[in-house]
């Protein structure tokens, strides 16, 4: 009885996160992926952080989270050139972990890109150099250490 109690509440935990929260859970998350791994780790990683976000809210059963492939253009200030980019959109409003750790604002960004759809494409981020995506048991063992940010609450 105690367990099924629990399971319950870890529903109703994720299932009543507003978008605010989720970006709160995300943002904790990245700093625990960046104290992991260092700031190099967001350089030109930009799908491994977002598919391993992605992975871990959808793991967490965090609706609204979606993984965006597509082409971004950064602000000219930047010095950054439009580039092929992998980000996220939470409830329709873009979350770019790896250039926001950056200090580039994605309001500041020009973003085309669509949803990411394994089941059409389960190699839809090979281009990107992931290609273990259909690996669940390895990715389940590498967001592990971030699955505790998408079950708090505040």
Same mark, same amino acid.
């Given at each position: 009885?105690?367990?099924?109690?629990?399971?319950?509440?870890?529903?109703?935990?994720?299932?009543?996160?507003?978008?605010?929260?989720k970006f709160r859970r995300l943002r904790a998350a990245?700093?625990?992926?960046?104290?992991?791994?260092?700031?190099?780790?967001?350089?030109?990683?930009?799908?491994?952080?977002?598919?391993?976000?992605?992975?871990?809210?959808?793991?967490?059963?965090?609706?609204?989270?979606?993984?965006?492939a597509g082409s971004a253009t950064p602000p000219e200030?930047?010095?950054?050139?439009?580039?092929?980019?992998?980000?996220?959109?939470?409830?329709?409003?873009?979350?770019?972990?790896?250039?926001?750790?950056?200090?580039? !604002?994605?309001? #500041?960004?020009?973003?085309?890109? $669509? =949803?990411? /759809?394994? &089941?059409?494409?389960? !190699?839809?981020? #090979?281009?990107?150099?992931?290609? $273990? =995506?259909? /690996?669940? &048991?390895?990715?389940?063992?590498t967001t592990d250490y971030i699955m505790h940010h998408?079950?708090?609450?505040?």
């Amino acid at each position: 009885m105690k367990n099924k109690i629990f399971k319950n509440w870890k529903k109703f935990l994720v299932e009543n996160v507003g978008t605010d929260e989720k970006f709160r859970r995300l943002r904790a998350a990245t700093e625990t992926i960046k104290r992991q791994s260092g700031d190099q780790c967001f350089i030109g990683s930009c799908a491994n952080t977002s598919f391993e976000l992605w992975w871990a809210a959808k793991r967490a059963g965090l609706s609204g989270v979606n993984l965006i492939a597509g082409s971004a253009t950064p602000p000219e200030h930047t010095g950054e050139p439009p580039t092929e980019h992998i980000w996220l959109t939470v409830d329709g409003t873009v979350y770019d972990p790896t250039w926001e750790m950056q200090e580039i !604002n994605p309001e #500041e960004v020009v973003y085309d890109g $669509e =949803v990411v /759809d394994f &089941e059409k494409d389960p !190699n839809a981020l #090979e281009y990107f150099g992931v290609d $273990e =995506v259909e /690996d669940t &048991e390895w990715w389940d063992d590498t967001t592990d250490y971030i699955m505790h940010h998408f079950m708090e609450t505040q």
